[in-house]
């Protein structure tokens, strides 16, 4: 008996070494691992770590460090690393230490972070983050640490930073941070360094004894009073209350409040008057119609986190005005840097773009000089795997694209244009092609880097953009790659109708895409939109009613009825999968349901229904207000007849004046939305 027992023990300690050896990375750890190994060009230093698959615990991949199958740590201080992380960082929900600190990343801080609910210690101070915060901490209440010194973050704190309920220790110092620390004031700091930005207000009471806040712009007059009913402020190291103070401080608050009533009063009378001023001079209410109504002021573009560096304005003019959203309306030329076959822009406005600061960093950015580099075709087999089925990307009405990966880490899409679309007559020549697109250069544009004409083929060749297409990421993604934020919705609205704007109002002659649809909008790491499968509408033609169901507008039943009008109406119904998340036809809906515009196009102006329309995904985390601006702009796209749709720059200056009054009224508007779920966002 005594020798069974000691062969079953036997057997079962084998068994669990067995075990142990053979565990595998948790799946998710392991790809976004990957992803992220990828997304910083795959550097050396990181020794163990693979592009695909591995095992990152049980090989002990650099700096990681695990529990059981999940990864717990990361640790890739001072190793010199470079690129972006993007959302990668969502799937790693087990992870409570992440040290990226004194490296070299480059763009914002990622959303993504707000989904690693476990962290407790975040540092990725001394790198070259920037841009503003996003309010994005609700989830990181065990964060006990947060180091975000020495790079070039901007903008006001986000309110979410309340949330941080555990955080003890908080590094700030050397950003260009503005506006107050107020919303530090609650929460049970030990530590504090906000030196070195461009803070002002006054210093919380609560935070004086702990902060180093020098070199910022402090308030120099007194603080005003705490509003009334505030309990009294507890220092972190209090001096002893002394009892005389009790009864003077009663008659401060009792004048405090007369004066505060009376300026309520005051307050009340001129909200009072002004209204009623305001509905005597404004007769609609309609979001366009209340900018024509003004006195045609020029808009400016507002610094916010929803114009960042990469999303600056191409071009600035007035306000046209228009009393109608009239096709025959003039259109004003921006002042862009002006590339062989683009219109010049008016001397006045070439001003107002050099007076401009984002402008002027956009023209830094892109080079109007930069052509397409010839490629062999040796090299693109070579890259492709010979066009393998397992590098396939996708395939359109024109021809198949390819992912084309490089020995040095680079990774391009290839496009092969089926060659039966230059045998017909009066077709362009390839070269003519791959000249007129080399000339569009926008930052939303996916730029052409590359052509090859060999052996009977004829190849286009772009970057390749990791996050895959919008598409993807409305009707194809899991939840850990998810959510697309209203915020960010609205980012990728404004920037592909920036694209369309350029094509159509600033290329001479003006350009029709006729392929405007979200699997044609591509995502960078920081889901920036590049609009691609631009400068080929000549191979479409022939098939302009089919490029795509749902995106077509009702004059393309005739190839010849199509118009930049027509383009519009596409990036509307773009715009509807943005506010629905639904795809633009799905024959799996009811059969009232199916033609996404059909069925969303007559409750777009109807509140109630629709909140009812917009995306689940978004948990109901929408300001209100913008919501229904934002469904204004998309019924005035797929309007039936053409000629009432608006040109695509007042399209584009309604989405500026849609980001400009949400990042003004961003708080108020959530504050006021349903956030019942705000825990499990």
């Known amino acids: 008996m005594y020798q069974n027992l000691l062969v079953g023990f036997f057997i079962f300690y084998l068994g669990s070494f067995s075990c142990h050896v053979l565990s595998k990375t948790d799946s998710q750890d392991a790809s976004a691992l990957n992803v992220m190994y990828t997304s910083l060009h795959s550097p050396s230093q990181l020794s163990n770590w693979k592009a695909g698959g591995g095992d990152p615990c049980g090989e002990h991949w650099k700096g990681i460090t695990c529990s059981g199958s999940s990864v717990t740590e990361i640790k890739l201080s001072g190793l010199g690393l470079n690129g972006q992380l993007g959302y990668q960082l969502t799937n790693l929900k087990s992870v409570s230490y992440l040290d990226l600190s004194e490296n070299q990343f480059s763009g914002t801080v990622p959303y993504s972070i707000s989904q690693m609910s476990e962290l407790k210690y975040l540092n990725l101070g001394s790198n070259q983050l920037n841009g503003q915060l996003s309010d994005m901490f609700q989830k990181n209440e065990k964060l006990e640490t947060l180091d975000l010194s020495k790079n070039q973050l901007t903008g006001e704190l986000p309110r979410s930073f309340a949330s941080l309920s555990s955080l003890k220790e908080l590094y700030l110092q050397n950003n260009q941070f503005t506006g107050s620390i107020n919303v530090l004031g609650k929460l049970p700091l030990d530590e504090l360094n906000v030196e070195n930005n461009k803070f002002s207000g006054w210093v ?50 009792q004048w405090v409040i007369i004066a505060i009533a009376v300026l309520l009063a005051l307050a009340i009378i001129a909200i009072v008057i002004a209204l009623f001023s305001r509905r005597r001079s404004s007769p609609s209410s309609h979001f366009l119609d209340e900018e024509r109504a003004s006195q045609r002021r020029a808009f400016t573009p507002l610094a ?51 007076d401009n600061e984002f402008a002027n960093r956009l023209k830094a950015k892109k080079s109007t000089n930069a052509q397409a580099a010839p490629f062999s075709m040796a090299d693109l087999l070579t890259a492709t795997a010979n066009f393998a089925t397992g590098r396939l990307l996708g395939e359109g009405t024109i021809g198949r694209v390819y992912r084309a990966k490089y020995p040095d880490g680079k990774v391009l899409a290839v496009k092969k244009i089926d060659s039966s679309h230059f045998q017909r007559a009066n077709s362009e020549s390839f070269s003519e092609i791959v000249q007129n697109i080399s000339r569009i250069r926008h930052t939303n544009i996916a730029e052409l880097v590359g052509f090859c004409s060999e052996q009977g083929h004829n190849i286009l060749i772009y970057d390749y953009y990791r996050n895959g297409s919008l598409h993807e990421f409305l009707h194809m993604s899991d939840d850990f790659s998810k959510p697309l934020t209203w915020n960010t919705r609205i980012r990728i609205a404004l920037g592909t109708a920036r694209a369309v704007e350029y094509l159509h109002e600033v290329c001479s002659p003006s350009l029709e895409h006729k392929n405007i649809k979200s699997s044609n909008i591509l995502l960078d790491l920081e889901l920036n939109p590049h609009l691609s499968d631009y400068g080929l509408a000549s191979f479409h033609q022939r098939t302009s009613q089919n490029l795509g169901v749902g995106y077509n507008a009702p004059e393309c039943t005739r190839p010849s009825a199509y118009t930049v009008k027509s383009d519009v109406y596409s990036f509307g119904v773009v715009m509807l999968e943005l506010l629905t998340g639904r795809m633009p036809y799905d024959s799996e809906k009811p059969k009232s349901e199916q033609c996404l515009v059909r069925w969303a196009a007559p409750q777009l102006h109807d509140f109630d229904a629709l909140a009812k329309m917009v995306d689940p995904a978004l948990r109901g985390l929408y300001p209100p207000k913008s919501l229904s601006r934002f469904a204004d702009v998309i019924a005035l796209c797929v309007q039936p007849e053409p000629e009432f749709r608006p040109p695509m720059s007042e399209v584009v200056e309604a989405l500026v004046r849609l980001v400009q009054r949400s990042s003004m009224n961003m708080k108020d508007d959530l504050a006021a939305s349903r956030r019942t779920e705000d825990s499990d966002y």
């Open 204 to 253: 919380p009471e609560e935070l004086k004894d702990i902060a180093k806040t020098g070199g910022n712009s402090w308030s120099s007059s007194p603080a005003p009073p705490p509003p009334p009913g505030t309990k009294p402020v507890t220092k972190r190291k209090a001096s002893p209350f002394r009892e005389g103070d009790e009864s003077s401080s009663s008659k401060i608050w």
């Open 304 to 354: 916010s986190q929803e114009l960042t560096n990469d999303m600056a304005p191409e071009s600035i003019k007035p306000f046209k005005g228009n009393k109608s959203f009239d096709s025959d309306a003039s259109v004003d030329m921006k002042p862009l840097p002006t590339p062989i076959g683009l219109k010049d822009p008016q001397s006045d406005r070439a001003k107002s773009l050099h």
